[in-house]
């Protein structure tokens, strides 16, 4: 695979997601087979380069929001997938290890998934990354992509 579909399918992916963003209240069913679509689409942003942590950050976000989805019908599934989301978010953060907000994603899906020890673990990460005790070499973690809404 190339950069360009690299850049294909983490295009594919954005508009996924922003089309389920636009219709999530009003028919959840069809936003959640959109953030499947943009999870797909991620993946293969993510397999196309593995060294580019913004698909992988996506692809994270959209397990989230598959997790999240799973979480809010009950599923007994959620927890899997919360972990899934977890080790993703990992997975990102060690392609961008100055990145708080990754951190903090991390942290919120062992929240979710039940393991207390873990969530603690990324929480205290991504706070001395945001706190700034990290920041000696001028960058600026409050400038990284935001998680999409779920």
């Not at 389920?20 to 028919?27: H, S």
Request: glycine share 4%; aromatic share 6%; net charge negative.
């Amino acid at each position: 695979m190339t950069a360009d579909s690299h850049s294909h399918h983490l295009d594919a992916g954005k508009q996924f997601v922003a089309e389920a963003q636009k219709i999530a209240t009003t028919d959840f069913a069809a936003a959640r087979a959109l953030w499947q679509q943009a999870g797909q689409a991620f993946y293969r942003a993510h397999q196309a380069d593995r060294n580019q942590p913004e698909a992988a950050m996506r692809l994270a976000q959209a397990w989230m929001a598959e997790a999240h989805a799973l979480h809010k019908e009950g599923s007994p599934h959620a927890t899997v997938m919360w972990q899934n989301a977890a080790a993703q978010n990992e997975l990102a953060f060690d392609l961008d290890p100055r990145n708080a907000r990754l951190a903090m994603a991390a942290a919120s899906c062992h929240h979710y998934a039940g393991d207390a020890e873990a969530a603690e673990a990324w929480m205290q990460i991504g706070q001395h990354l945001a706190s700034g005790d990290d920041q000696a070499d001028g960058s600026d973690a409050s400038t990284d992509t935001p998680p999409p809404a779920i």
